[in-house]
């Protein structure tokens, strides 16, 4: 039995992920009195907000959200996300007659084009955050801007990927359907 990329991508996006919570739920958010952290906030934060979570944090907690959050695990989920939406969105893809004419390289190529918003708004997102955790209260404005606004159109480019994922699925079943043959198993 061969392995898929697309499996093996799809099971390290859950194991960060997973990795994730455990850190946020268990150590950051109990440390911030049980309320969500920068990351986790769909419709952004404050100064006030953050200012409120730099102090509930503390220097440890600071250190730690950096060294455990930043630098590892959210640094490494956005490109193994990016992968696993990117491979997912070319296997869906080759479902539908048009996209499965397309060349690979041209595949791919649309691939990354959709996901690339999403990995850049995170990853320059996790910059930020990690910028007013080395600072520490009280926060710059401008900086907590900037951070904020990542945060909200990350989520906005997580939402628009995960509908054309879920747009390819159900296009294929649809195309699936009508021309009554079923998809080969083998990864594309």
Request: with cysteine.
């Amino acid at each position: 039995m061969r392995t898929s990329l697309t499996a093996i991508v799809t099971i390290l996006t859950a194991i960060n992920f997973a990795i994730l919570t455990v850190l946020h739920r268990f150590w950051f958010e109990a440390l911030n009195g049980g309320e969500k952290l920068f990351d986790a906030r769909f419709t952004g934060y404050s100064v006030d907000v953050v200012n409120g979570v730099l102090d509930n944090l503390g220097e440890a907690g600071r250190a730690g959200h950096i060294l455990w959050h930043n630098t590892i695990f959210d640094f490494s989920f956005p490109l193994i996300l990016s992968a696993c939406a990117v491979s997912w969105i070319v296997k869906l893809g080759n479902r539908l007659p048009r996209f499965k004419a397309m060349a690979n390289g041209w595949k791919l190529l649309l691939s990354v084009i959709v996901v690339m918003p999403y990995l850049i708004s995170d990853l320059a997102e996790n910059g930020k955050v990690r910028q007013i955790l080395e600072n520490g209260a009280p926060a710059e404005p401008g900086l907590v801007a900037s951070a904020s606004a990542l945060t909200v159109s990350k989520w906005a480019f997580v939402a628009i990927t995960l509908s054309i994922v879920m747009l390819f699925t159900l296009a294929g079943s649809f195309a699936q359907r009508n021309s009554g043959r079923y998809p080969s198993q083998g990864d594309s």
